[in-house]
């Protein structure tokens, strides 16, 4: 899945930019206060995808991988 849109579905489900890591991007749930790392490639694999998603308490993105 591009980056772009796994972020696109993070602000969807009330998850925000925390900070800037050596190799990450770090966002927040402002729900629940859960963090989760992303990884700053272009095509992010389905299954980190679903361990962010996990991570952070959201659902998983639907279709379009």
Excluded at 29 to 50: C, F, L, M, W, Y
Aim: aromatic share 4%; proline share 5%.
């Amino acid at each position: 899945m591009k980056r772009e849109k796994v972020l696109s579905h993070l602000s969807d489900n009330n998850c925000d930019f925390l900070r800037e890591g050596g190799k990450h991007t770090m966002y927040i749930n402002k729900i629940n206060g859960k963090q989760a790392p992303i990884p700053r490639h272009s095509d992010i694999k389905r299954r980190t995808v679903e361990s962010i998603c996990s991570q952070l308490g959201i659902d998983k993105p639907s279709g379009g991988w």
